[in-house]
């Protein structure tokens, strides 16, 4: 964040005014873990079953492998809740049979007629859509094991090689499955050959508690809900944007941090909390939203990309957030309350300071069109005096002491901060007076995406 400093004209004299530039520069790179930390505060300068059975765990390509704080199942707090899903290693014995095990199969749902069903009512699921014959009907297995919290399910596969793909796609297609801290599998194995194996959800809450919680997570949607339908569905999904960002604080104490619990009734999460609340937000009102996980800044990560018209783009809650990247009031009086610089961006600027699991095919997102700076007419071409003023004129017109803008490209960008930075030519748009006789004006930017924020 820096600050612009112009001395008042003396009404008495009529004396000229003299510009300085005070320049205070805050690096506010926190040391954050479970999510890659990009500074909002842009340093611009004028020159970021037979035989042992194996309980076994298999990490995951997730987001939020990074320790955080979180809790355990029996309810104390943890350090090590740090990964996301996380698949710790057990050990332990069974005394039921094969038969025993293929009635309970079929009991919660798993007939041979009931995976075709099963598999059909999948399709339109982004992740699900992403695997082959065999893969399907393993993911419709493990969804309706964790639906029903079921234990010590059988499976129709002995690869234990596809649970960690297949379980990341049922959880990045279903952020309603806020109970879950991973899964553990059974090898029944004879000979050291793996006969069968039992599949299990590691569940955070019993059935009661999760109804509780269903319960309270419908309410508070319920409550939103009609607040969030726009015009257009670029409409709503920028009213999504905006409301988890005002209603969330960036926050490793939440216990729930890494599910919608933490959003919704906790109103304080990590970016794999604000990332499958904006999903399941949007999924209810009818707009595809799927979760990315990557990496951003060298740490782990997880945004959305949305559907828009036919057309695709990356939306990055948790770095639209401010309080994600500054825990100090100082340096976040007065700040914007919203970054819009990853709303509704391409993959080409997301690739910038993000990279994508490579694991699974995403749509590439190319449109600009609905761009929220394309789209508020915040999106210029390089300095333009009379475009300018109508940009900041309509921001005091509407109450606001906070303007943002984007530049097409670098060149652009070069001559906008040189204009208003570097000749101080903001202070006959924005800018307001101090005591000291001083007119002030505090801005940051973001040279990646070539966006900068003035506040008064």
């Given at each position: 964040?820096?600050?612009?400093?112009?001395?008042?004209?003396?009404?008495?004299?009529?004396?000229?005014?003299?510009?300085?530039?005070?320049?205070?520069?805050?690096?506010?790179?926190?040391g954050?873990?479970?999510?890659?930390?990009?500074?909002?505060?842009?340093?611009?300068?004028?020159?970021d079953a037979?035989?042992?059975?194996?309980?076994?765990?298999?990490?995951?390509?997730?987001?939020?492998?990074?320790?955080?704080?979180?809790?355990?199942?029996?309810?104390?707090?943890?350090?090590?809740?740090?990964?996301?899903e996380?698949?710790r290693?057990?050990?332990?014995?069974?005394?039921?049979?094969?038969?025993?095990?293929?009635k309970?199969?079929?009991?919660?749902?798993?007939?041979?007629?009931?995976?075709?069903?099963?598999?059909?009512?999948?399709?339109?699921?982004?992740?699900?859509?992403?695997?082959?014959?065999e893969?399907?009907?393993?993911?419709?297995?493990?969804?309706?094991?964790?639906?029903?919290?079921?234990?010590?399910?059988?499976?129709?596969?002995?690869?234990?090689?596809?649970?960690?793909?297949?379980?990341?796609?049922?959880?990045?297609?279903?952020?309603?499955?806020?109970?879950?801290?991973?899964?553990?599998?059974?090898?029944?194995?004879?000979?050291?050959?793996?006969?069968?194996?039992?599949?299990?959800?590691?569940?955070?809450?019993?059935?009661r508690e999760?109804?509780?919680?269903?319960?309270l997570?419908?309410?508070?949607?319920?409550?939103?809900?009609?607040?969030?339908?726009?015009?257009d569905?670029y409409?709503?999904?920028?009213?999504?944007?905006?409301?988890?960002?005002?209603?969330?604080?960036?926050?490793?104490?939440?216990?729930?941090?890494?599910?919608?619990?933490?959003?919704?009734?906790?109103?304080?999460?990590?970016?794999?909390?604000?990332?499958?609340?904006?999903?399941?937000?949007?999924?209810?009102?009818?707009?595809?939203?799927?979760?990315?996980?990557?990496?951003?800044?060298?740490?782990?990560?997880?945004?959305?990309?949305?559907?828009?018209?036919?057309?695709?783009?990356?939306m990055?809650?948790?770095?639209?957030?401010?309080?994600?990247?500054?825990?100090?009031?100082?340096?976040?009086?007065?700040?914007?309350?919203?970054?819009?610089?990853?709303?509704?961006?391409?993959?080409?600027e997301?690739?910038?300071?993000?990279?994508?699991?490579?694991?699974?095919?995403?749509?590439?997102?190319?449109?600009?069109?609905?761009?929220?700076f394309?789209?508020?007419?915040?999106?210029?071409?390089?300095?333009?005096?009379?475009?300018?003023?109508?940009?900041?004129?309509?921001?005091?017109?509407?109450?606001?002491?906070?303007?943002?803008?984007?530049?097409?490209?670098?060149?652009?960008?070069?001559?906008?901060?040189?204009?208003?930075?570097?000749?101080?030519?903001?202070?006959?748009?924005?800018?307001?007076?101090?005591?000291?006789?001083?007119?002030?004006?505090?801005?940051?930017?973001?040279?990646?995406?070539?966006?900068?924020?003035?506040?008064?």
């Amino acid at each position: 964040m820096c600050f612009l400093k112009e001395k008042a004209e003396n009404p008495r004299t009529g004396g000229r005014r003299k510009r300085r530039l005070a320049a205070f520069l805050f690096a506010c790179v926190l040391g954050l873990t479970g999510c890659g930390v990009s500074d909002f505060y842009e340093q611009i300068t004028e020159s970021d079953a037979d035989g042992v059975i194996d309980r076994i765990a298999e990490p995951e390509d997730a987001a939020e492998k990074a320790p955080e704080t979180g809790q355990d199942p029996d309810g104390e707090v943890s350090q090590e809740y740090a990964r996301i899903e996380e698949n710790r290693v057990e050990e332990g014995s069974s005394h039921l049979s094969k038969s025993d095990l293929e009635k309970r199969r079929e009991e919660i749902g798993l007939s041979e007629a009931d995976l075709v069903g099963l598999q059909e009512a999948q399709f339109g699921n982004y992740y699900f859509e992403q695997l082959n014959s065999e893969e399907r009907i393993l993911y419709v297995e493990c969804y309706q094991i964790l639906a029903l919290q079921g234990e010590e399910i059988l499976l129709s596969t002995t690869d234990v090689e596809l649970l960690p793909r297949v379980y990341q796609c049922v959880i990045n297609d279903h952020p309603e499955f806020f109970y879950l801290n991973g899964y553990t599998y059974t090898q029944y194995t004879r000979k050291e050959e793996v006969q069968y194996i039992t599949f299990s959800g590691r569940y955070l809450y019993d059935a009661r508690e999760v109804e509780r919680r269903q319960a309270l997570i419908d309410a508070a949607v319920e409550e939103k809900r009609s607040g969030l339908v726009g015009s257009d569905d670029y409409e709503t999904v920028k009213l999504v944007y905006e409301d988890l960002i005002l209603s969330t604080d960036y926050s490793m104490d939440s216990p729930d941090n890494q599910n919608i619990c933490s959003v919704f009734l906790d109103r304080r999460s990590v970016c794999n909390g604000y990332a499958k609340a904006a999903q399941y937000l949007l999924n209810d009102l009818g707009i595809p939203c799927i979760i990315v996980n990557g990496n951003a800044n060298g740490s782990s990560h997880a945004w959305n990309i949305v559907e828009i018209d036919g057309a695709y783009y990356h939306m990055d809650v948790t770095w639209g957030d401010p309080s994600y990247y500054s825990e100090e009031t100082e340096e976040k009086e007065g700040a914007p309350d919203i970054d819009y610089s990853y709303l509704c961006v391409t993959t080409e600027e997301i690739s910038k300071n993000h990279s994508m699991d490579t694991a699974f095919v995403l749509p590439e997102c190319v449109s600009m069109e609905a761009n929220y700076f394309v789209r508020e007419g915040l999106y210029l071409y390089g300095y333009e005096e009379e475009r300018m003023r109508e940009i900041f004129d309509a921001a005091k017109a509407q109450g606001r002491n906070t303007a943002i803008i984007k530049a097409s490209g670098w060149e652009a960008y070069r001559e906008i901060y040189r204009n208003l930075i570097e000749e101080q030519k903001i202070f006959d748009y924005f800018g307001v007076y101090q005591e000291s006789g001083e007119y002030k004006i505090a801005y940051s930017g973001n040279e990646e995406l070539y966006t900068i924020s003035f506040w008064e």
